[in-house]
């Protein structure tokens, strides 16, 4: 649970009177039952140009989230090997790069057609039993079978990362509560090109349809697990 429901990163953004408007959804946040590990689109493409601020790569990798992936990247890791070592079920989405895939916005319409910028980051490799969903919209559930792969393996809830937090995993999360599991961010390992966009975006899902929590609350109850299945 965590100790202060506002204690995150968008508390430099949003006003007291803001807070106070939003003061009766404070709530107990936690990690629910039966979770899997989705992962949104930590593909090639999101870090090309390298550990640069985005506004130097604009002209050259319009496409990237810069620094801002590249802070995400070892936060992340400790969230792979934690759920890994709780035994949750592991879930990707990548784009669909095939020529013939529809690509319905102006946005989407420019987007590299590369596959191999749409391959999943080493850092994050798929393991065997781990699931890679390809999309063709925002969302990872709109058009995939990634709902029924969850309830065949009776996930409940699911703990989330990646990006854009204002895009693709913002759709994807809201999807993912709409479909009725309960949704954990973690906040050190989503990201987006724009840091404004990132910190709103976090705070308004927190505020209707996720519980945003620190890694370090989410690795708590990822061990947690794995203690309780050593005992059980």
């Known amino acids: ?10 508390k430099d953004v949003i006003p007291a009177h803001v807070l106070e408007l939003y003061a009766r959804r404070r709530r107990k ?3 629910g039952p039966a979770p899997a590990l989705i992962a949104v ?16 790569l604009v002209t050259t990798y319009p496409t990237s989230c810069g620094a801002n992936a590249w802070n995400a990247i070892e936060p992340t890791k400790r969230l792979f090997a934690a759920a890994r070592r709780a035994g949750l079920p592991v879930f990707y989405s990548t784009t669909d790069s095939r020529p013939e895939s529809v690509r319905p916005t102006r946005t ?4 590299p057609r590369d596959p191999a910028l ?9 393991q065997p039993g781990d699931v890679v969903v390809t999309k063709q919209r925002a969302s990872a559930f709109f058009g995939t079978a990634l709902v029924s792969q969850l ?8 703990v989330m990362c990646g990006e854009s937090t204002s895009g693709c995993l913002r759709a994807s999360a809201v999807d993912a509560y709409s479909y009725g599991f309960h949704v954990t961010l973690a906040e050190e390992c989503c990201f987006d090109r724009v840091d404004l966009s990132h910190k709103m975006s976090l705070f308004d899902l927190h505020h209707k349809y996720c519980d945003v929590m620190k890694i370090d609350e989410i690795l708590a109850h990822l061990e947690g697990m794995v203690v309780a299945e050593a005992v059980g």
């Not at 749409?118 to 798929?126: A, G, N, S, T, V």
Request: overall charge negative; charged content about 30%.
């Open 108 to 111: 989407e319409a420019k987007a």
């Open 29 to 31: 946040t936690f990690v």
């Open 151 to 158: 309830t065949q393996r009776g996930i409940r809830s699911i």
């Open 1 to 10: 649970m965590s100790t202060d429901f506002e204690d995150h990163c968008w």
């Open 118 to 126: 749409y391959d999943i980051r080493p850092e994050f490799k798929p």
């Open 41 to 56: 689109d930590l593909y090639e493409l999101v870090y090309q140009g390298g550990n640069t601020p985005m506004q130097d």
